[in-house]
């Protein structure tokens, strides 16, 4: 399958605007969200009440949560495009292919994630992206060995993206804004490949 350069950059910005459109659904939301503090999926749950999955013991209720679900789809979708766009670009070497899938796992976690909210299945809904958060780590580290332009760049969110997720992982210790952690952590995946040119 051939993605031509006007789709693929296209894909790309597209999965940026997640960050444009994901107001809406937490300006909606009728219980209080917080930015900084509660999980992007939170938006996406399809139940209202306090519980309404095993890790959020406040209160949720997002009314277009199906919406919000669609878009966590089409961002996957948007993104899958997009890396699969950079991954025909390179040299086609098993180490490039390996490094296409590893951050596709990322991509794939988001479409699981909008099929299956977290309190649907949370063990399901989030495996895929956990997953990704860590094997993007190896596909960008792949991709910046093969790279010409934007070698740097990708190191360089390679780093910021390792910062992110010890956070993260840190979070059950020390009280972080884990909201706002997550959404850095997908915001540098995003701009990742759209900042090339600028590189």
Same mark, same amino acid.
């Given at each position: ?9 296209? #894909? ?19 219980? #209080? ?52 766009? =950079?991954?025909?670009n390179l040299k086609k070497t098993r180490k490039s292919q390996l490094a296409t899938a590893f951050i596709l796992? /990322? ?10 909210? @977290? ?38 969110? /390679?780093?910021? /993206? !390792?910062?992110?997720? =010890? ?13 706002? !952690?997550?959404? !850095?952590?997908?915001?540098?995946? $995003?701009?990742? @490949?759209?900042? $090339?040119? /600028?590189?």
């Amino acid at each position: 399958m051939y993605i031509s350069k006007k789709v693929g950059i296209l #894909s790309w910005f597209a999965t940026c605007l997640y960050f444009l459109v994901e107001p809406f659904f937490i300006l909606t939301s009728t219980a #209080s969200y917080s930015f900084l503090h509660h999980a992007m999926s939170d938006l996406g749950v399809t139940s209202c009440g306090t519980y309404t999955y095993s890790i959020a013991p406040y209160e949720i209720c997002s009314p277009h949560h199906f919406w919000m679900n669609v878009l966590f789809i089409i961002n996957g979708l948007t993104l899958s495009i997009g890396v699969l766009y =950079i991954s025909q670009n390179l040299k086609k070497t098993r180490k490039s292919q390996l490094a296409t899938a590893f951050i596709l796992i /990322l991509a794939v976690g988001n479409i699981v994630s909008g099929f299956i909210p @977290a309190d649907i299945n949370l063990f399901w809904h989030s495996i895929f992206a956990q997953l990704g958060m860590i094997t993007v780590l190896a596909g960008l580290w792949m991709y910046a060995s093969s790279l010409t332009s934007g070698k740097y760049w990708t190191y360089g969110c /390679l780093v910021s /993206l !390792l910062v992110i997720l =010890i956070l993260i992982m840190f979070v059950f210790f020390v009280p972080m804004p884990i909201g706002l !952690l997550q959404r !850095l952590f997908y915001l540098v995946i $995003f701009i990742w @490949a759209p900042c $090339f040119p /600028l590189c």
